[in-house]
């Protein structure tokens, strides 16, 4: 069993719809949860940051993490074509320890 | 944001020859570096970790003398795939942490890199 797991996806959404990207996990120390977004051929970018349990919204976006389910979703509202990327899920314990990251959504915004 | 840069964003290269990766932070001095491998549609595996001044860290798994790790500078390190193959063809893409944090969960990424070995 991998220790992140995330649905790869294809996931195609008209244009103004509500995004749900999700991850599951095995692992209950981690204490961070981040959601990242790459576009094709080029580095992941940090979208939003979680520590511990809870919600936070920044804009158009909102990371929820429920550590008792082992658990994270990344709502998107009114999407944009230019949403259109791979979403990918990672987490760590903590301090100096690596990310481990889930394999990626691809999502597709239609016009 | 803070930002990395990573040359080349492309390179073909004959099979035996080796080839050389740069990352560089722009606009601060990171401490520690990444380097990650990406296949189509698979998540980022971590090579190695890399701490200026010190030999890297390598993931279990990865060869230490294949895949040369050199972190000189607070901003620059570089990726050295030594005598290439087909398998060796990826997206290689580095990251860095920024000197003043003592966490990882908030890295900056380079634009990758994608190798092609014939």
């Known amino acids: 069993q991998k220790e992140v797991e995330q649905d790869p996806g294809p996931l195609s959404v008209p244009e103004g719809a509500i995004v749900s990207l999700n991850c599951t996990y095995s692992n209950s120390a981690f204490q961070y949860f981040m959601w990242y977004r790459q576009y094709s051929r080029k580095g992941p970018e940090l979208l939003m940051y979680t520590y511990s349990s809870g919600n936070k919204e920044d804009g158009r976006f909102t990371a929820q993490v429920d550590k008792s389910s082992k658990y994270i979703s990344l709502f998107i509202r009114d999407s944009q074509p230019s949403d259109s990327a791979t979403y990918l899920c990672a987490m760590s314990r903590g301090g100096n320890e690596k990310l481990t990251f889930g394999t990626g959504t691809r999502l597709t915004i239609i016009p | 944001g803070a930002v990395v840069s990573q040359h080349p964003s492309w390179v073909i290269c004959k099979s035996g020859t080796s080839v050389k990766i740069e990352c560089r932070s722009l606009?601060?001095?990171?401490?520690?570096m990444f380097w990650y491998r990406q296949f189509p549609k698979q998540s980022l595996m971590l090579m190695a970790t890399?701490?200026?001044?010190?030999?890297?860290?390598?993931e279990q798994g990865v060869e230490k003398d294949k895949f040369l790790i050199n972190h000189a500078s607070l901003t620059l390190s570089t990726l050295t795939v030594t005598s290439a193959h087909p398998e060796d063809s990826s997206f290689y893409i580095c990251?860095?942490?920024?000197?003043?944090?003592?966490?990882?969960?908030?890295?900056?990424f380079g634009s990758g890199t994608q190798l092609s070995v014939l």
């Open positions: 890399s701490n200026e001044g010190s030999k890297a860290t390598y």
């Open positions: 606009d601060f001095q990171a401490t520690t």
């Open positions: 990251s860095a942490r920024d000197g003043q944090t003592t966490t990882n969960e908030k890295l900056f």
